[in-house]
């Protein structure tokens, strides 16, 4: 069982940053690959930003390409989403994912575990 716990969520104007964490429990975390999604009102979940195992492959969706980086920490079991040039478009509950499954590249399905997901708010 892999617990996930989202952190640093909160409301930005426009233009602004903010960081997103994850703590993962399990000993394990090194070997999850690890991914952000996110899911506004009345829209479909979609993946933001997903990171391999080994976090040598990486995906972006297209539209956070350029502003968003996705990366871990195994030492601290953590994966991060710092988030640059938000948009009023970001405005979403952005979720945790974890994936078992060791991947050789990041992928955007195949997750099983999920935290509970944090409100990321942009005004314009």
């Known amino acids: 069982q892999v617990q996930l716990v989202e952190s640093g969520g909160g409301l930005v104007q426009a233009g602004g940053s903010l960081r997103l964490s994850c703590a993962a429990s399990?000993?394990?975390?090194?070997?999850?690959?690890m991914g952000w999604f996110r899911q506004a009102p009345g829209k479909e979940r979609e993946a933001v930003a997903t990171i391999n195992w080994s976090g040598d492959s990486m995906y972006y969706a297209d539209s956070v390409k350029g502003r968003f980086t996705i990366s871990r920490d195994n030492a601290l079991n953590t994966v991060y989403l710092q988030m640059n040039s938000l948009k009023p478009e970001d405005t979403a509950v952005y979720y945790c994912?974890?994936?078992?499954?060791?991947?050789?590249?990041?992928?955007?399905?195949?997750?099983?575990?999920w935290g509970q997901g944090t409100q990321v708010t942009v005004s314009s």
């Open positions: 994912a974890a994936d078992t499954d060791r991947k050789p590249i990041a992928t955007t399905y195949g997750y099983d575990y």
């Open positions: 399990g000993r394990t975390f090194s070997t999850y690959a």
